[in-house]
């Protein structure tokens, strides 16, 4: 690759430490790197890893080692792992390896990863590839405008967070509330866009639901965050779409001042959220993303003629030991409708706290047969010029 905005510097990690960037087989590089641990990010990993092994880029034995979060020079591919642990610092030094060590292909996870890959890259003539997924705000952090109108070395898929379909669960729970609190980050894009887009929701209720917000920093934030939100009248909390460290402290508080959290996915809810609403099919998004990458390695599609992938599968979840915390008496409505209902620490529906979801792995069937399905599906994915035009003339009307 040749890189315009780093070359000089890559040149002088060429001399200084020669035998430390270097790989030691011609296989293809991938980069493989998460903001931070996640269950959202863990069925995705699971996936992706599953395809791989099954069409046979990984042996059992490599899997094992990625699978320990270690990194391998394997017999088809390499992997450099990367775990920034939610700092940005850790996130660029990654990157920088990754990119010493010549990655061919950048695998990120979250909007967070994905973002600050997408800025390091962009500039350089010949850029990796980059195949992102568990990345809901491609389009308002700039990775890309649309499916299809990108760049050409981006492809991903993008669960999609319909808060029209999670803002009505405060009013499920509680058909008179009155007011809500919402807690988010400036730093995060995403969960700017999400808490405006809740406020605009709640306003065209019948009645309309007020929603006062508080922002958060750094976790120590989320002490004045909810006395703040308590004191304002907040009946419960809703948090959209963000990445912060302190789900455990929030839980505690909400438990103190007895208020019921909803959050913008389900898996939160098996981790002790009152009531987990979003995006409902990570695994499924992860095969779909290791179904891209194959087809990549494999040379079966272009990147650049490839459209994002756009699901919306959406379902919610109770968690009823953080009810009962609380002392919040969960509503009919919602026990009726949920995906899975957590009670004593389990699920009767065969979702785990490690698994998050009922559907975890590959269906069984010939080779040949699972690559003629993945073969069509990615043929499906195709951005043809009418579309193209299409997304090009609604981008225009929107921002004119």
């Known amino acids: ?3 315009t905005a780093v070359l000089l510097l890559t040149l002088t990690s060429l001399i200084i430490a020669p035998a ?16 931070g641990d996640s269950r959202n990010v863990a069925l995705a990993e699971k996936a992706i890893l599953d395809m791989l092994e099954v069409y046979g880029f990984i042996t059992a034995d490599e899997r094992a080692m990625l699978d320990d979060e270690r990194s391998i020079e ?4 390499n992997v450099i792992y990367g775990d920034s642990l939610f700092d940005r610092m850790e996130a660029n030094a990654i990157i920088d390896e990754a990119l010493d060590k010549d990655a061919d292909v950048f695998v990120t996870f979250t909007t967070q990863m994905t973002q600050i890959v997408y800025y390091a890259i962009r500039e350089f003539i010949d850029p990796p590839k980059l195949i992102f997924t568990v990345t809901s705000g491609p389009y308002i952090t700039g990775v890309a405008q649309s499916s299809c109108v990108k760049p050409d070395f981006v492809i ?7 808060y029209e379909d999670i803002v009505p669960l405060l009013r499920m729970q509680n058909p008179d ?25 709640a306003e065209a209720l019948d009645p309309p639901l ?20 308590a004191n304002r009248g907040a009946e419960a909390i809703i948090i959209p779409i963000f990445t912060f460290q302190g789900f455990s402290l929030l839980l505690s508080l909400t438990y103190d001042y007895g208020l019921p959290v909803v959050f913008s996915a389900p898996q939160n809810a098996y981790r002790g959220g009152t009531i987990g609403g979003g995006f409902y099919g990570l695994y499924k998004q992860g095969v779909i993303a290791g179904n891209m990458l194959i087809g990549h390695l494999n040379g079966d599609i272009d990147i650049a003629t490839t459209s994002i992938y756009e699901s919306d599968d959406f379902a919610f979840a109770v968690n009823l030991d953080a009810a009962d ?17 957590v009670e004593n620490g389990q699920s009767a529906q065969g979702v785990t706290l490690q698994w998050p979801e009922a559907e975890i792995t590959l269906p069984e069937m010939p080779i040949e047969e699972r690559r003629a399905a993945d073969l069509a599906f990615l043929a499906g994915l195709e951005c043809t010029s009418e579309m193209i035009a299409e997304q090009q003339a609604a ?3 929107a921002n004119p």
């Open 210 to 229: 007020s929603i006062v917000d508080e922002t958060i920093i750094v976790t120590p934030d989320l002490y004045q965050a909810v006395d703040n939100l």
């Open 395 to 397: 981008l225009a009307e």
């Open 74 to 77: 394997g017999e088809r591919i």
């Open 156 to 162: 991903g898929t993008v669960p999609v967070t319909n």
């Open 20 to 35: 430390a960037i270097a790989q030691n087989n011609d296989n293809p590089t991938i980069a493989w790197l998460k903001w």
């Open 1 to 3: 690759m040749i890189k």
């Open 177 to 201: 509330m009155k007011v809500a609190g919402a807690i988010w980050s400036p730093q995060q894009r995403a969960s700017e866009v999400g808490v405006a887009r809740i406020k605009a929701i």
């Open 325 to 341: 915390l609380q002392d919040v008496e969960i509503s009919q409505a919602l026990l009726d409708g949920a995906a899975y209902i």
